[in-house]
């Protein structure tokens, strides 16, 4: 507390939007809102996508007579960035209609934002433009992402490896006897 009674501002960490960066952040995604394609909801939302560069995209829903077929303000901002060669984010803004209530992502754009990494703030605001901050991780806590498909995915050992091939061949030979397993693959021959 200060000399005057009152408290110092707090400052927002270094990369965190503030100021007028984080004031054109929320203004963009208001008036991506203004664009939404929504006629069979009724409830436009938009976002706008701070990169790691510091470029702004922004994007509104836009549904589709096939409901399915409609996309999210949230998605349509990170393909729009995605198609421009941005991978990395910072921050993002949502803005809808939704009175006494803070927006929040579906949990589609929570997994799509997710394959960008979960150290990044999401905006979320109420119609009259107070918002709350939530980290991508707070948001969608326990995530899958690309590092959980590497683990997976990881080529088993080379010893691991030769005992597949070999039980591979000898299964394969059993129930197909023209087809022959050699160090080069499959090999269909015909019996004389």
């Not at 409830?43 to 589709?64: K, R």
């Not at 901002?77 to 209530?101: C, V, Y």
């Not at 960008?116 to 806590?141: C, H, M, N, Q, S």
């Amino acid at each position: 507390m200060e000399g005057n009674g009152q408290h110092p501002a707090p400052t927002a960490p270094p990369d965190r939007p503030h100021g007028e960066r984080l004031q054109l952040l929320l203004r963009r995604s208001r008036e991506a809102k203004n664009c939404a394609y929504c006629p069979y909801s009724r409830f436009p939302v938009g976002a706008a996508l701070l990169t790691a560069g510091g470029e702004i995209f922004s994007g509104c829903n836009v549904e589709n007579a096939c409901y399915s077929l409609g996309v999210c303000a949230e998605r349509t901002a990170i393909q729009k960035a995605i198609s421009e060669g941005h991978t990395s984010f910072r921050a993002m803004a949502i803005a809808s209609d939704m009175g006494d209530h803070f927006i929040t992502p579906c949990g589609a754009c929570r997994q799509v934002m997710r394959e960008f990494g979960t150290d990044w703030d999401i905006y979320l605001t109420k119609a009259d433009g107070t918002y709350i901050v939530k980290r991508l991780e707070e948001l969608l806590p326990l995530s899958f992402g690309p590092e959980d498909l590497k683990k997976m995915l990881a080529p088993p050992y080379p010893r691991e490896m030769e005992k597949l091939n070999h039980r591979n061949s000898f299964l394969l030979e059993k129930k197909c006897p023209d087809i022959a397993v050699g160090e080069r693959g499959l090999h269909r021959w015909r019996r004389v």
